[in-house]
């Protein structure tokens, strides 16, 4: 039977996923995997949408689930528990049961991305959104030694947009875009700073690759700063991902 791998969100008719697994496919001669986009309007679609797919062994978790699937999980792996976000699910069948294991491969596709796009790091960061790949930007930048401040335009114990002001930008010289804000189809939203502020010096980057350059994106290289897009951090999570897809271990978390 072919086994079956996939992306669970909402949009995913953007996604470059199913063309990267075709190529890990074609690269390593495994014609019993194939790769779907799965569209759900509510997480609790989650149950029947497994049991209608009995060849699922895996999937990728986008927008706005990255959080909201973690109660439907059995077990998380340590870097999943760490944010409280995944991005993977390894599906384990037992002979009466199925099993569901959280990963968060969006922490090393991040890492990666961001340390060979920018081989000379800001000390300070902004991370624009609060949702399920916040999180991992956040671990990440804990993990090189970055210190960062979280905004959010409702959730209380961040910065707000309105508190970005010029000391606050001139301090904070990488800026990391993770709401849907410029993603098709809303690709003229932009999120609300004070883009005068930021210059040559600076480094943004926005996790969405689709468009290859966002509003924000475009107004910041306006401005001068170094920019770059979500895709190498999207093939980098994939490569991390299709190593837990393809190991048929029943990979016992601690």
């Keep these: 039977m072919m086994k079956l791998l996939g992306l669970i969100g909402n949009p995913v008719s953007h996604s470059q ?5 075709r190529e890990f496919f074609q690269e390593e001669n495994r014609n019993d995997f194939t ?10 679609e989650l149950p029947e949408w497994i049991m209608k797919h009995p060849n699922l062994v895996g999937f990728n978790v986008t927008i706005p689930f990255k959080k909201q699937i973690i109660p439907y999980l059995n077990q998380l792996h340590p870097d999943a528990q760490k944010t409280g976000a995944v991005n993977t699910v390894k ?4 002979t009466n049961s199925v099993r569901l294991i959280g990963f968060n491969t969006d922490i090393f596709g991040f890492q990666k991305s961001l340390l060979e796009t920018f081989p000379i790091l800001p000390s300070h960061a902004l991370i624009l959104g609060t949702g399920g790949a916040s999180e991992a930007v956040a671990t990440s930048l804990k993990n090189i030694g970055i210190v960062f401040q979280k905004v959010s335009r409702n959730e209380e114990g961040y910065l707000k947009y309105s508190d970005l002001h010029k000391n606050l930008l001139e301090s904070h010289k990488l800026i ?22 930021i210059g040559p010096d600076h480094c943004c980057m926005d996790l969405i690759y689709s468009p290859a ?6 107004t910041c290289k306006a401005q001068g700063a170094l920019i770059t897009n979500g895709l190498k951090m999207l093939q980098y999570q994939a490569e991390a991902a299709w190593e837990i897809f393809k190991d048929e271990s029943t ?3 601690e």
């Excluded at 990391?176 to 883009?195: K, V």
């Design 176 to 197: 990391i875009q993770t709401t849907p804000l410029g993603m098709h189809p809303n690709e003229s939203e932009i999120p609300d700073i004070p883009y005068e502020f």
């Design 91 to 94: 599906v384990l069948r037992e």
């Design 17 to 21: 996923s199913p063309r990267i697994f």
């Design 251 to 253: 990979f016992p978390v």
């Design 213 to 218: 350059e966002t509003v924000f994106l475009k």
């Design 35 to 44: 790769y779907g986009l799965f569209p759900l309007n509510n997480i609790s």
